[in-house]
């Protein structure tokens, strides 16, 4: 069992619908809303609610972070076509180069995600919370009505099939974790800081604002572990695992990899809830 729970978490962002500097500047040539997104969640997002109306491109390719990212030139010609991007907001590749995205295509639309949203200091990971993720659903649909007015019931329709999903999804990450009695895990990226807002949960980060931890922050860390009964160190494949691994040995624990940036959002958040749910239970 901790073997496919092992697997099920391995979750990677897919290659496919990422802009890559490889690509034509025509890429996106049909009658559909072109769309681009800085992440791959948020093209399961668009796509939910645009289905076959919609050609979404993703801009981070798998295992690439949103930390240090610089697009192409071929990505950046890529929003000349392009009639919507959705931007997270408060990443630091958004930010370096919004003035030249906003420029490439002056009549493109540009929606920030975190609209609306109460943001965690130097947490831009809005997408993995399923009560933010419903308001970034509600921001995307109305753009994708404001594009394309005519398709209105369509877009409203998707959406709320997609708010219920989501409610389905929050019901089943509560159930998972009701009989948990330890709410602190620790993590080497803190990515989840929204989720645990969520859910009641204290995430207990390795690194801090990109910093790897020193000998005497690790040896800290194993004692903060050992005295809050943690066995599981989470680890995401756009990191170095070392420092997860070093913690896991020392505590007699196991390192799971978990994928902020997986593009079946929900799945993930579901998988994440049933690992500490099994780990947590004590």
Not at 23 to 33: K, L, T
Not at 59 to 73: D, F, K, L, N, R
Not at 239 to 266: M, Y
């Amino acid at each position: 069992m901790k073997t496919k729970l092992l697997i099920l978490l391995l979750l990677t962002s897919l290659t496919t619908g990422c802009i890559t500097p490889e690509q034509p500047d025509d890429q996106i040539s049909d009658d559909r809303i072109s769309v681009i997104v800085s992440i791959p969640p948020q093209k399961e997002f668009v796509e939910s609610i645009g289905k076959e109306k919609v050609s979404v491109s993703v801009m981070i390719p798998p295992g690439a972070s949103p930390v240090t990212y610089e697009p192409g030139p071929g990505q950046l010609r890529g929003f000349s076509r392009a009639e919507l991007y959705v931007r997270i907001g408060h990443i630091p590749f958004e930010k370096a180069w919004m003035d030249e995205i906003a420029a490439a295509n002056p009549d493109m639309e540009i929606l920030d995600s975190s609209e609306d949203i109460e943001i965690i200091e130097n947490d831009p990971h809005i997408w993995l919370s399923p009560a933010l993720v419903r308001l970034q659903v509600e921001h995307i649909a109305g753009s994708l009505i404001e594009i394309d007015p005519d398709n209105k019931d369509y877009y409203i329709r998707n959406k709320e099939s997609y708010l219920k999903d989501l409610n389905d999804l929050d019901a089943d990450i509560r159930k998972n974790l009701s009989g948990i009695h330890n709410r602190k895990f620790m993590i080497f990226h803190p990515a989840w800081g929204y989720f645990a807002r969520e859910y009641r949960l204290e995430q207990i980060p390795i690194e801090v604002e990109g910093k790897e931890p020193s000998a005497a922050d690790l040896a800290r860390l194993v004692d903060t572990a050992k005295a809050n009964n943690i066995t599981i160190v989470f680890a995401a494949p756009q990191f170095n695992p070392e420092s997860a691994r070093v913690i896991a040995e020392e505590i007699g624990g196991t390192v799971i990899s978990i994928d902020p940036l997986a593009e079946d959002c929900a799945a993930n958040m579901r998988a994440v809830s049933g690992i500490l749910s099994r780990y947590m239970a004590s």
